[in-house]
């Protein structure tokens, strides 16, 4: 009798692993699907990555720029240290002894972001009430004096003119290890380095901070000529079909059950009932919506921000690529719809898309997210591959920047269009790659904005 019971029980048990097993091979990775009604936690993450990192040796910057994985180790050094620390980082004060222009001057390293973030978003844990609720835009390490008890960090908002200052009573390693290599002359020999616009001869014509490259027919800037592709096009017949629904599968609860509707145009729509609807369009990009079901729930910014990061984590459908170059640039909201805007970059330097590709694609950036009530929603994104020529392969590409920012700018303001404005300050300069084709090759220039306008000089 004991030995049929054992018998029993063991064949339920396997019964429930067959039926476990069946179900993860009937329905898929669904990672990014659950995402879409998972509740989670408050956790410590890398919630908001930096548009640009800089290291500044007190005279000259250099863009960190070697892979995703150098970014993610200072980052990670930096948020664990803060989120580490919480009891010091409730006693920010505000500092009044130290200007911008005076932490520009100093060793350390500058983390640069394209918008507005409150110290929560950016190390993705909760703090207790702060003494000031802070938006920054720029974070400051203090590299300048090495002291093996503490760590001077500086808060910058936008203005560039509140700055905060947190004492952290540790040392950030690989901080002090990246300092030390932009320090040393065999390093930077043949790099270009950065000028801040606030202390060069060019001031006057550009509004708070822009790193400018000091770059010159010598020294240029040289880069990788990028190549752009719909990896999707490229491919026929039930391939195509077959390499589509490896991105659209994990949006839906029984892959195998989704209706599909192949329109004249190209494009496809994926839908199940009462479920997600995916549209693949051929100019090159992917789209989802879903019914938000959930019950309002009122998420901190914290909260709707990570719910937003691991679905871009977890989702197959975002190529891997473009998951490690995002950054947040817009956070806009609609009522309770909340809509978050990503940009890309490669190495360093954004990749800016012109009023022509975005039109053709109907995105403003590469990445776009909506949260409403506890949901990821939305989605729209470029699926365009974006990728370097095979060093090996006759097409392999590089080129270079030779003008500097000296010619630049005397060229915008000697224009013709720029006389039908009224003078004043450009809102910044930089050298991007210029995505003006949705298929080709992808060049790095100059560009400004000015009065909302895009300058192409």
Same mark, same amino acid.
């Given at each position: ?9 063991? *064949?339920?048990? *396997?019964? !429930? ?5 069946? %179900?993860? =091979? ?20 890398? &919630? ?30 930096? &948020? ?27 060793? %350390? !390293? ?37 002291? /093996? ?10 203005? *560039? ?95 195998? &059950? ?25 100019? %090159? ?22 719910? !937003? ?41 954004? !990749? ?31 699926? *365009?591959?974006?990728?370097?020529? /095979? ?9 270079k920047v030779l003008r500097g920012f000296d010619e630049i700018i005397d060229r915008i303001y000697e224009s013709p269009s720029k006389s039908q404005y009224e003078p004043g300050m450009l809102d910044f300069v930089q050298c991007r790659y210029i995505m003006d084709t ?8 100059? =560009? ?10």
């Amino acid at each position: 009798m004991r030995k049929n019971i054992i018998k029993v029980v063991i *064949l339920a048990m *396997l019964s !429930v692993l067959c039926i476990w097993q069946m %179900g993860m =091979l009937w329905l898929g990775d669904m990672s990014g699907h659950n995402f879409l009604g998972k509740n989670t936690a408050v956790r410590h993450m890398i &919630l908001i990555q930096p548009k640009m990192m800089w290291v500044n040796t007190g005279k000259l910057a250099y863009r960190v720029e070697e892979s995703k994985r150098e970014y993610d180790v200072l980052i990670e050094e930096f &948020l664990s240290l803060v989120a580490s620390n919480k009891k010091n980082v409730k006693k920010v004060e505000k500092e009044a002894s130290k200007s911008y222009e005076d932490l520009l001057s100093m060793q %350390g !390293v500058l983390y640069e972001y394209d918008l507005n973030v409150s110290l929560q978003e950016l190390i993705g844990s909760s703090i207790d009430k702060l003494q000031e609720d802070l938006n920054i835009q720029q974070v400051f390490v203090d590299m300048s004096v090495y002291n /093996d008890h503490k760590t001077n960090l500086y808060f910058i908002a936008g203005d *560039l003119k509140d700055i905060y200052k947190i004492i952290i009573y540790n040392r950030l390693e690989a901080h002090q290890k990246m300092v030390e290599r932009f320090n040393d002359p065999e390093v930077t020999k043949s790099l270009v380095g950065y000028q801040p616009s606030i202390t060069s001869n060019k001031k006057q014509y550009i509004k708070g901070n822009s790193f400018l490259p000091l770059n010159t027919k010598e020294n240029p800037i040289e880069y990788e000529v990028l190549k752009i592709n719909n990896p999707i096009e490229e491919k026929q017949g039930q391939e195509k079909m077959d390499v589509l629904e490896g991105y659209v599968n994990s949006f839906f609860a029984n892959p195998l &059950l989704k209706q599909i509707d192949k329109k004249e145009n190209g494009s496809v729509i994926f839908g199940e009932n009462m479920g997600a609807i995916v549209k693949y369009d051929p100019v %090159g990009t992917l789209e989802f919506n879903i019914t938000s079901s959930a019950q309002e729930t009122r998420l901190t910014r914290v909260e709707r921000l990570i719910k !937003v990061m691991d679905f871009i984590k977890t989702c197959r459908g975002i190529p891997e690529f473009l998951k490690d170059g995002i950054y947040l640039s817009e956070i806009t909201n609609q009522g309770d719809a909340y809509h978050y805007k990503f940009n890309y970059k490669h190495k360093g330097f954004s !990749v800016h898309l012109t009023q022509k590709v975005k039109e053709e694609l109907g995105l403003d950036h590469i990445l776009e997210i909506t949260v409403k009530n506890n949901q990821v929603v939305r989605g729209k994104w470029s699926i *365009l591959n974006i990728e370097a020529y /095979d060093k090996t392969a006759t097409t392999y590409a590089t080129d270079k920047v030779l003008r500097g920012f000296d010619e630049i700018i005397d060229r915008i303001y000697e224009s013709p269009s720029k006389s039908q404005y009224e003078p004043g300050m450009l809102d910044f300069v930089q050298c991007r790659y210029i995505m003006d084709t949705a298929k080709g090759k992808l060049k790095m220039n100059w =560009l400004a904005f000015y009065q909302n306008n895009w300058y192409y000089p």
